[in-house]
């Protein structure tokens, strides 16, 4: 045991502030560093801004040491009072940690890191350890776990809006091409607006004049409009039976088959289980 | 006892008009207030106008000093005639009434208080007392429970949106910000323009103009095609409930574990109820 | 008895082909009518354009009143043949082809009326008719069913959608209309913006320009995101029902209250049945 | 029996790797197959950009032309060593195979035949099977019965929403034509602006100036936001009973009937099986 006494006690007392956010002072520390983060974000915010006077860039610089040099130490801190170093470093939270820190530090030569910068957005989860709000993340469990399962449906159905799109966007500027004032430059700008229009966003930066060219338009939006139910009942249907099965286990989600709890995919349908 | 006789029948026959909408004057004063306040949000938008004749303004400005007055006259009868005027007074409907006559008397210290005229508009749900439509106001509230037994769904999946945007944001702009006659003139500009595209809405003030960019547009707009599905799934899934399970007091909505009724999340699963 | 045998003959046969579309002649005469229908139509389309050749209008013009000729004899043909004319005219078909042979003779008197020609489009539902679908027509009043069970809830929807669109227009005219070249001329014009915004169609004929524009549009995009779920959420619960409980009429389809066949409103709930 | 010994082997060497895709050769063969095909396509994108440097047009003509050879060489494989050719050659992979192969030499006889290469976009549903994820496959044709038991209903709807446009596009047309700079040029124009905006896509190339065109676009959008919801519905409607109903064959998936398994139809309510 290399560490005395007195050096155990100020890492336990460090980590009831940095690590358990029941304590007051734990509580104060994990506000205070929400706020730390906003605030590195609203300067990488005002900085990305062109038209800025020469102080005020300098001065954002200046803050932007600060909180670097700030955050480096309580990645340091962290590291130094967490239980199991290794696990914490390799855990998913410790590995956003570390991110967070680095992209100064990178900048000095990689020009364009410091963008990365943004990642500390991810910390702001911890606004939800903040305010007890755990019921959230169970929520967001649930959310993931019920998007996750219609992950196969979502994919092939994606491959099928690619190919689909591809095939648009090229009779799209067969059609348009050989128009007057035509913005369907080339079969990749065509694609980017079949996508556009499928997926009805539908910026007018690039829009059909040729009256064939309108036709076929009106037929994509009126797909898209059909093609955009599709995933919302995948998800749906999801959700309903995450809520309302709850031996969910015990039987395949898909076909009700009696399954085995160390089966993988369903013996009757397929389903992954 | 301070009010004579004569006073208590006037106040009676007062309360009858305004608060009683069953009786034929009620209804009748009920419906001329609806008209009036349509009336009066109608002079405030043609007023907003930068190009009315001056003798049109100023008609506005008087037609308006005479709604002001009699909204004032109505506020102080309501006052005066409520069965108890403390609890009316703090009500919900006390308060909106208040607050729409107030802003004229505002704009007299605060330039553009006038425009606070605008929550007049919340006095129209009273047009379904006009016409007995209860059953509505009934679905209104089934309808608002419903969404917000999933507020802490929808909160938690609002969050996520916010990361993705500032981080798809922030690559957009790097990946855009150095080509000529971009848009993309800062990391704002850029998560205003991520947030646009990603809800479907696309104005098309800002577009992608770089073949990268155009690549991470399609992405995130195929992304946003499929995101679109979750709030849906979530409300979905709600409303069904909301309609299948009647004995939702006895059982718990996700897990259908039985809960007591004193009970303020489920047992199992951690729901609130 | 005023016609002679000869007559009823005639009337017989014509009924068999304009009122049954089983027999081949009647089936024929009606996909002849559906060409005609489609052809009237496009020559109207082509018509409306405002640079054509002289020959060309003047065709078109000789092209239509062929066309009206030909539908006003099928009209008397049709009030000829019928097996009760009075009910005929009266009803929903009769009163479509009426409307739908009125707009050139009414066109003399009124300038623009030739346009309702456009309601001749209605009476291409009869395709289903001619193709045997009467499973499609089946659908469709499921279908009907369906929207018209949610239409209590719908219609709060819109009413508090319309109060947030009014509310939210005049706040954007409060923040935007001072910035230069700001496109939010008056609060009509941002209200038909907040419309647009919030339905995720985003034209971007008017746009935020300020940062606090486009933050308060960010929120908008956002709320839209989230409230275009429940109207899909109210339609789907809607349609599962349908699908779900065919014992519907003994039962109240929102609380499971059991309700008798005469009932107009559930008991327990007030709901619509 | 033509073939001698030798042949046979070769053939039946050369099927291995064609078409048995379990064994290390026909995987790699598969993988490279998959590679060629995106290659191919990239070059038809670029080929299409119209300023290219002459040797890069060259380079990429010379290159479409190897690939042309190769795909030909390995369509004239497959059926030389497929075990039916007839069967090969007439089903759905073979007639692709042969579609992606005939663009080259077709537009020797009609310009701009090349661009139906995009055809082979259609060929990288393989990816699946070079990933043995046969379960994706599966998900897809559930996913394709689900949209397909849904096709009537969306049939009926798409028919309502056709005379739905035509109807609002001419009215936008009376309304919007006499303005000036209006861009509703014609009627044809007007409807294609109606599928724009009830589709939420929202271009913005054509847009209502006049106070009367943007109050009926309002209603058109929020019309579209409540139509949005209705194919939602019922394809949501559909993967429910998919998922929910196992024992589809003996219940009518509508009115839970009982049904017989030679039933086309369902005996009560015309559902079709």
């Known amino acids: 045991m290399t560490e ?3 050096h155990t006690s100020l890492k336990e007392r460090l980590r009831k502030i940095i690590f358990n956010d029941d304590s007051p002072a734990g509580r104060r520390f994990d506000i205070a560093l929400t706020i730390a983060i906003a605030l590195s974000l609203v300067i990488l915010f005002v900085e990305s801004s062109p038209s800025l006077p020469p102080w005020l860039k300098s001065t954002l610089g200046w803050m932007e040491v600060v909180f ?4 480096t130490i309580e990645y340091i801190a962290r590291l130094y009072c967490a239980e199991d170093r290794r696990s914490y470093a390799l855990s998913g939270w410790g590995i956003i940690d570390l991110v967070a820190i680095l992209p100064p530090y ?3 030569f990689i020009p364009g890191a410091q963008y990365m910068l943004i990642l500390r957005s991810i910390r702001f989860i911890r606004i939800f350890r903040i305010f007890r709000l755990f019921v959230f993340l169970n929520e967001g469990e649930l959310l993931l776990q019920a998007i996750g399962r219609s992950f196969h449906k979502i994919a092939v159905y994606f491959l099928f809006v690619l190919v689909l ?4 966007g090229t009779l799209m500027f067969i059609i348009e091409s050989g128009a007057p004032d035509s913005s369907f430059s080339d079969i990749g700008t065509s694609i980017y607006w079949a996508i556009t229009t499928l997926s009805t ?3 007018g930066d690039i829009t059909p004049v040729t009256t064939a060219g309108r036709f076929l338009s009106s037929f994509i939006m009126l797909l898209g409009y059909t093609l955009i139910a599709v995933p919302g009942g995948i998800v749906t249907a999801s959700f309903i039976n995450a809520t309302n099965e709850p031996v969910r286990n015990n039987r395949c989600p898909r076909c009700n088959n009696k399954v085995r709890k160390s089966d993988k995919f369903c013996s009757q349908c397929g389903e992954k289980l």
């Not at 670097?68 to 955050?71: A, M, N, P, S």
């Open 106 to 108: 990178l900048s000095v």
């Open 201 to 203: 966003v539908g910026y």
């Open 165 to 168: 799109v591809i095939c648009l």
């Open 4 to 6: 005395n006494h007195q």
């Open 68 to 71: 670097t040099i700030g955050f």
